[in-house]
Nanobody, 120 residues
Framework: QVQLVESGGGSVQAGGSLRLSCAAS????????IGWYRQAPGNQRELVAT???????NYADSVKGRFTISRDNAKNTVYLQMNSLKPEDTAVYYC??????????????WGQGTQVTISS
């Protein structure tokens, strides 16, 4: 089992910044990247950014140059620094990691989600 606790969402005006955190614990796969995804009303969940265990990052084109993902392996925590926020960034943001369930199977785990609202 894996637990993901997200924090840092909120409401800001366009152009502002927010920093999301995701604290992971439990049976996390040692080779698992950690990612942030988001889902806006009426839309499918989409990738925002991922970071590998070696620190390699990947970003959606829509956030490149504005968002930065980082991880603190000692704390098993991943951060998403979001700058120059736009109204279209409004969504529920979810943390994702691969871990092991009680049967030892590799599965995706998701956090509870944190709301980010950007006003124009």
């Amino acid at each position: 089992q894996v637990q993901l606790v997200e924090s840092g969402g909120g409401s800001v005006q366009a152009g502002g910044s927010l920093r999301l955190s995701c604290a992971a614990s439990g049976s996390i796969a040692s080779d698992s990247a950690i990612g942030w995804y988001r889902q806006a009303p009426g839309n499918q969940r989409e990738l925002v950014a991922t970071i590998s265990t070696r620190g390699m990052t990947n970003y959606a084109d829509s956030v490149k140059g504005r968002f930065t993902i980082s991880r603190d392996n000692a704390k098993n925590t991943v951060y998403l620094q979001m700058n120059s926020l736009k109204p279209e960034d409004t969504a529920v943001y979810y943390c994702n990691v691969i871990g092991y369930d009680s049967g030892g199977r590799r599965i995706d785990y998701w956090g509870q989600g944190t709301q980010v609202t950007i006003s124009s």
